[in-house]
């Protein structure tokens, strides 16, 4: 790591971190399967490099005031550094602090929440223009980007009431996707075609999704935006959400937030709106965080 991300303090042993109500930032360079363009590795260094283009400071938010308890533990290998994942989430109980993950692709989140503490208070919520939740994909790989929440359901045994889908507005969701979706119920989704048209009503479902939860953990996937918002995401959709509703329901899922991921988050050299982005979305969701709860 060359550099933390603005406002935080470079910590290389979360064990030693005592301060209560932190946020730990940290990120996973890493891409499992290449079946797309690619690129998301690179985006945790990127999105650190960018956020010194920012002051950090808004109306509402001073993020140097925070510095006290805003920890960049680096970057962690998911299959290599295990173990580092399990000592982040043990030290965020201890310290009721709030987790935060720059990917790679979205099948890190499988990564990170596999080590999770989880109860039947505890909701999965992914906002994203597909439902990964293919049972492999590419076909014969059972574990990828695509397949992330298959796999965290299985494996942890979720049941549907906890886990919330929002967007799945793309047109390349595979046929075992749509099915399970529209026929087997294995999961509750809020489209974005609903939220889009009818925001009120859309809102309103989340919120009382979220009433009923302690705590949330919540995986952002890059594509989930318009593709006017994020152009060089590997997988970009027409007919996704904009960012103010994106910060609508940031207000409503984030006081419960203990986890946040930002994933599949693909930038180039010569365009970087994506990248800029996705360091006002960091800056965002801090804000709330600071502001809220
Ligand atoms: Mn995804």
Excluded: C
């Excluded at 690129?39 to 650190?48: D, I, Q, T, V, Y």
């Amino acid at each position: 790591m060359k550099n933390t991300f603005i406002g935080f303090f470079k910590a290389d042993d979360v064990e030693a971190i005592d301060d209560k109500e932190s946020v730990f930032l940290f990120g996973v360079p890493f891409e499992r399967v290449k079946a797309t363009r690619g690129g998301s590795k690179k985006a945790p260094e990127a999105l650190r490099k960018q956020s010194l283009e920012f002051s950090g400071i808004s109306t509402d938010f001073d993020i140097n005031e925070e510095k006290t308890n805003f920890y960049d533990l680096g970057n962690i290998h998911p299959i290599k550094q295990k173990r580092e994942i399990g000592k982040i989430w043990k030290k965020s109980v201890e310290t009721n602090s709030k987790i935060l993950v720059l990917g790679g692709d979205h099948s890190i989140t499988y990564d990170t929440l596999i080590n999770a503490p989880w109860d039947k208070d505890t909701a999965l919520i992914w906002i994203d223009a597909h439902a990964d939740l293919a049972d492999e994909y590419p076909p014969g790989i059972f574990k990828s980007h695509g397949t992330v929440f298959t796999n965290l359901k299985e494996e942890l045994e979720l049941k549907k009431e906890q886990m919330l889908f929002i967007g799945g507005h793309a047109y390349t969701l595979t046929s075992t996707e749509f099915h399970k979706i529209q026929k087997e119920n294995t999961t509750n989704y809020i489209s974005t075609q609903k939220l889009l048209e009818n925001k009120g009503e859309g809102l309103e479902t989340l919120r009382e999704f979220a009433s009923r939860f302690k705590t949330i953990y919540l995986s952002i996937d890059a594509d989930a935006l318009d593709q006017a918002f994020v152009p060089t995401v590997a997988t970009m959709e027409p007919f996704g959400i904009t960012p103010s509703v994106l910060v609508e329901i940031l207000n409503i899922l984030l006081p419960k937030s203990k986890y946040v991921d930002f994933v599949e988050l693909g930038y180039t050299r010569t365009n970087k709106i994506a990248l800029n982005f996705g360091v006002g979305l960091i800056f965002r969701i801090l804000e709330i965080w600071s502001n809220k709860s």
